[in-house]
T-cell receptor
Framework: QKEVEQDPGPLSVPEGAIVSLNCTYSNSAFQYFMWYRQYSRKGPELLMYTYSSGNKEDGRFTAQVDKSSKYISLFIRDSQPSDSATYLC???????????FGPGTSLSVIP | DSGVTQTPKHLITATGQRVTLRCSPRSGDLSVYWYQQSLDQGLQFLIQYYNGEERAKGNILERFSAQQFPDLHSELNLSSLELGDSALYFCASSVGAGVNTGELFFGEGSRLTVL
């Protein structure tokens, strides 16, 4: 079983839609949860970072972690064409451990 | 611009050859991570260094090796190259141990094509 799994998509939505991206992980030892965004041919960049269960909001983005079910989500409200990218969930056990990435979900927001 | 510099950006070489990829981390960052990204495997962790010492190792092939130098730049050496080694190789850096953040800063990657 892979340490983190993610629906690869691709996902195509109209502009303004609410997008839900999800990942599951296998080991309860993971304590840090992140979402990275990767534009084509670019390096990933951090979008959201959370520690422990709960919600974290940043503008149009909300990250949700449910440690009891080992489930993490990213919600994008009022999606924009500029949100078209690959979204990677990422997990790590400590703040200085290796970061393990999910395979990524490709998102296209159609104007 | 993340502040992480990777060279070369593109590299085309033949099977059996050896290449070296170079990474300069952000100023002040002590940790360097190497990742391989291919279409079918996603972003795979290879190896992590902290202040010159190897910290963690992932699924890095024996044909691959890396090191972090005293000035904190890092090199990833790939030898006896095979077609399957064609991928994007990313370097990332972070401040390092003891800092409560998950942020890795990624370079633009080195695209390796093995023919």
């Amino acid at each position: 079983q892979k340490e983190v799994e993610q629906d690869p998509g691709p996902l195509s939505v109209p502009e303004g839609a609410i997008v839900s991206l999800n990942c599951t992980y296998s080991n309860s030892a993971f304590q840090y949860f992140m979402w990275y965004r990767q534009y084509s041919r670019k390096g990933p960049e951090l979008l959201m970072y959370t520690y422990s269960s709960g919600n974290k909001e940043d503008g149009r983005f909300t990250a949700q972690v449910d440690k009891s079910s080992k489930y993490i989500s990213l919600f994008i409200r009022d999606s924009q064409p500029s949100d078209s990218a690959t979204y990677l969930c990422a997990i790590r056990k400590t703040s200085y451990d290796k970061v393990i990435f999910g395979p990524g979900t490709s998102l296209s927001v159609i104007p | 611009d993340s502040g992480v510099t990777q060279t070369p950006k593109h590299l085309i070489t033949a099977t059996g050859q050896r290449v070296t990829l170079r990474c300069s981390p952000r100023s002040g960052d002590l940790s360097v991570y190497w990742y391989q990204q291919s279409l079918d495997q996603g972003l795979q962790f290879l190896i992590q260094y902290y202040n010159g010492e190897e910290r963690a190792k992932g699924n890095i092939l024996e044909r691959f090796s890396a090191q972090q130098f005293p000035d904190l730049h890092s090199e990833l050496n790939l030898s006896s190259l095979e077609l399957g080694d064609s991928a994007l190789y990313f370097c990332a850096s972070s401040v390092g141990a003891g800092v409560n953040t998950g942020e890795l800063f990624f370079g633009e990657g080195s695209r390796l094509t093995v023919l």
